[in-house]
């Protein structure tokens, strides 16, 4: 969020950037604006999993997107990913290749192609101007291509279909279960539900199309999304007459699933995790 981002471009709280944190970040893969050089990111093997860089048919081009799976045969569940407004960096691949340790299809397609590629630069205003150049329309259409890519997959089972992300792809993920009726569960990770700096109708102003249960995962240090958005969430739902879960994490800042940066919560983290994979086996995503 903007407001993590201090007048020189460093998020609040990290260590300032310096030529020895965008090398460490470049040479792993990892964002060079977020990254903390004292970080020790976690890396999960590919034992066990297929992974690779496939292309999706967007309609006007074709987006790229990592995708990882079990390697054994027959049909898996399937969780569709948001990235941060980094983009799918080494982190987000990460992320898929333990939901596929898990027993997933994970898939998260770079959504931010056409804009650039916000991994690559320590300048925030230019990660922003990126994610503002990608807007809503195109995100959702993109979304619909890489559905359809899924669903022509022989090991992938559709009709056990989830969606997380993160920071922006959190906010994505609320609307994902707003406007499309395959996914049968969102975890919405730190995900701003308000109005903000991203060109796109805030979830918020949706939640009576919900057409999956999400799980909402925040920070109670989060300075980017305050407490009375959260609230403000919750009432919605409870207006609308939803059952959907939002737990705050008092201790957690934005980004506390992050293990790259200095925001990560381990803590946090580790029961986030488990509550994420226990509410998709809950809601037939298993």
Known sequence: MVT?????????????????????????GYAVAAYSADAEPIHTDEAGLVTATVEIDAGDRKIPGFLARPAAKGKHPVVFVNSEIFGVHEW???????LAKAGYVALAPDLFVRAGDPSKTSDFKVVMDIVKATPGDQVTSDTKASLKYLAAQPFADMKRLGVTGFCWGGGATWLCCERFPEFKAGVAWYG?????GYPRTPPIDLVKDLKAPVLGLY???DKGIPAKDVEDMRAALKAAGRKDEIIVYPNADHGFLADYRS??????????????????KAHGVA
Do not use: Q
């Open 4 to 28: 993590h981002i201090r007048a020189d471009g460093n998020w609040v709280g990290e260590p300032a950037l310096t030529r020895r944190t965008i090398a460490l970040a470049l040479a792993g």
């Open 92 to 98: 987000v691949k990460d992320i898929c290749r333990r």
């Open 192 to 196: 701003p539900v308000k109005p903000g």
């Open 219 to 221: 920070g109670g240090l």
């Open 263 to 280: 925001s990560y919560n381990a803590e946090a983290a580790k029961d986030g995790w488990a509550k994420m994979l226990a509410f998709f």
